[in-house]
């Protein structure tokens, strides 16, 4: 998931103050602090400008996780699966005034107060708060999401150049993903027929499976993605299983990559939603966390008596 150009417009998400601040913001559509765009003021102090500086900027991933044993009373190894580590991304910002003027005195302040919060807020980034945005040229915005602060800001400054702090952030995510779900408008209800899902980017993806209807009963849910062979079962009548009657304001949560399963109930009214542990459901001997090829992926839940969404992000190596 190489930046070939970090020139490009970014964003940096946290949400460590309590009120917006100037500028910004931690409202859930706000992507964030502007990075490579004019912002036009600094709270009172005129405009400004975080410059990315290319050479010290850096995506990377953690490595793959890879596992050989010698082949018993032979030559060669036993070779297994193997996965992609997380995510570690370095920025080196520089504060500006214009594009040709540093910024200095009570301007470079502020900014440099500013970036220090939002590096601040993302230590300890709770899940869809920390998140570096871009828009590469020519194509949908992506983000880097649920980072947290890898290593402090370090400050420098040389004769005649701009202040700067270089800090990184790492994210579980082992690719970057498109910042708005596929599809972006009407997510589509899976059913006895297939639906089709995709995946625009070029590796694959772990989706979030949500259950609702009636699941009290001894119904067996099945998710299968017809593309790939994998399927995802859940069966409310196993012993130790929540039996439950998932209403209106339920639904069952299956997320792919975390390897959980929770019942979320939504009280309404703005109050947050409760979560409860219901993974004694998953049939473990059958079942598969699967991923979402790139390109169209046939999903289809069979053999119960729920309804479900299938979401998703376009993810890129």
């Known amino acids: 998931m190489p930046i070939p150009d970090w020139t490009v417009p970014f964003w940096l998400r946290s949400y460590v103050y309590a009120s917006d601040p100037t500028p910004g913001g931690v409202a859930d559509d706000s992507p964030g602090l502007p990075i490579n765009q004019t912002i036009a003021d600094f709270e009172g102090e005129g405009q400004g400008i975080y410059l990315l500086r290319q050479e010290g900027c850096s995506l990377v991933n953690g490595g ?9 009373q032979g030559d060669g190894d036993i070779l297994h699966r193997r996965f992609v580590s997380g995510s570690e991304i370095t920025l080196a910002v520089q504060m500006w005034q214009t594009t040709n003027k540093p910024a200095c005195d009570e301007l470079l302040q502020v900014m440099s107060d500013t970036l220090m919060g939002y590096a601040y807020g993302l230590l300890n ?20 999401d649920d980072c947290q602060l890898l290593s402090y800001p370090v400050s420098s400054q040389s004769a005649r150049e701009a202040y700067e702090l270089v800090f990184s952030l790492d994210s579980p995510w082992p690719y970057a993903m498109d910042s708005v779900q596929d599809p972006a408008d009407n997510l589509p209800n ?41 399927f995802f079962q859940y069966d409310c009548a196993q012993p130790g299983s929540p039996n439950i009657d998932v209403g209106g304001n339920e639904w069952l949560e299956i997320d792919m990559f975390k390897n959980t399963v929770y019942k979320v109930v939504s009280t309404g009214g703005g109050a947050p939603f409760t979560l409860s542990n219901a993974e004694a459901g998953i049939v473990m001997d059958t079942s598969t966390f699967f991923t979402l090829a790139p390109g169209t992926n046939n999903v289809v ?9 299938c979401l998703s992000n376009s993810a890129w190596a």
């Open 64 to 72: 793959v996780r890879m596992t050989k044993e010698h082949v018993p």
């Open 125 to 144: 980034a709770g899940d869809n708060e920390g998140r570096v945005i871009w828009t590469p040229a020519g194509e949908a915005t992506r983000m880097l």
């Open 190 to 230: 899976l059913s006895t027929a297939a639906s089709s899902i995709v995946n625009g980017g070029n590796r694959s993806s772990y989706p979030v499976i949500l259950l609702y209807g009636d699941l009290s009963g001894t119904d067996l849910q099945t998710v299968t993605n017809v593309t790939t062979g994998e």
């Open 301 to 309: 839940l069979t053999l119960g008596s729920s309804t479900g969404k």
